[in-house]
């Protein structure tokens, strides 16, 4: 991970926003009107932590349709652990997310199918 990588990581999980972005969107996938009221925050706020966020694979993006036939952005986040790691010769950042039950299920079901 390069300096900028790290310091961008750092500097987006210094933002109160980003954060509460973060643990809204952990509880279900929300769209940026809804983080927006939730948050007390501008949408535009919302779109640039979000943008964010997503460049470094903390907040995953899903597009949706409505019944007019609008898109929009759906917004979800899974529980993530990040451990910031600094020893004399160099500093790190760890993401790991834990996996939802859905996703471990159908990779389950998958793999028996191939046996």
Known sequence: MTD???????NILSDEYARTILQETMK??????????ICNISTQTVYRRT????????????MEYDEDGHHFQ?????PT?????????DANVTISKRERMAD???EFI?????Q
């Open 81 to 89: 652990q990040i451990v910031i790691g600094i020893s004399e010769e």
């Open 104 to 106: 471990r299920f159908s």
């Open 28 to 37: 279900r996938p929300m769209s940026a009107d809804e983080l927006s009221e």
């Open 74 to 78: 759906i917004y979800s986040a899974d």
């Open 4 to 10: 900028e990588e790290l310091s961008g990581i750092l």
């Open 51 to 62: 943008d964010k966020l997503s460049s470094y694979g903390l907040l995953d993006t899903e």
């Open 110 to 114: 998958n793999q028996v199918r191939d």
